[in-house]
């Protein structure tokens, strides 16, 4: 399995981002796709993960504020992210999995997310 992210960078608080992975591979593998984000000195946390169904699980963190969706048919995940704060700064990881609260079994290269005025 193989997932490309892209689509980080600098925004000011309370800005939008949207962050893409696109991935290829093994299909059960891709059952899940999902974002995890580790800030500096912090341990690599989830963000949100969706299946194919579209269930969804967020962070508390981020929910009613990041939205998360996929297209099955290109294998791409999305993270919407909307009233970005200073303590989303982090690098963003996209995984996949084959079930809806497993760990990741593949992860991307990260992205820089950061938040600062």
């Known amino acids: 399995v193989q997932l490309q992210a892209s689509g980080g960078g600098l925004v000011q608080p309370g800005g939008t981002l949207r962050l893409s992975c696109s991935a290829s591979?093994?299909?059960?593998?891709?059952?899940?796709m999902g974002w995890y984000r580790q800030a500096p000195g912090k341990q690599r946390e989830l963000v949100a993960r969706i299946n194919r169904d579209g269930r969804t699980n967020y962070a508390e963190t981020v929910e009613g504020r990041f939205t998360i969706s996929r297209d099955n048919a290109k294998n791409t995940v999305y993270l919407q992210m909307n009233s970005l704060k200073p303590e989303d700064t982090a690098v963003y990881y996209c995984?996949?999995?084959?079930?809806?609260?497993?760990?990741?079994?593949?992860w991307g290269q990260g992205t820089q997310v950061t938040v600062s005025s």
């Open positions: 591979g093994n299909f059960f593998s891709l059952n899940v």
């Open positions: 995984t996949s999995a084959f079930a809806l609260f497993s760990n990741p079994e593949y």
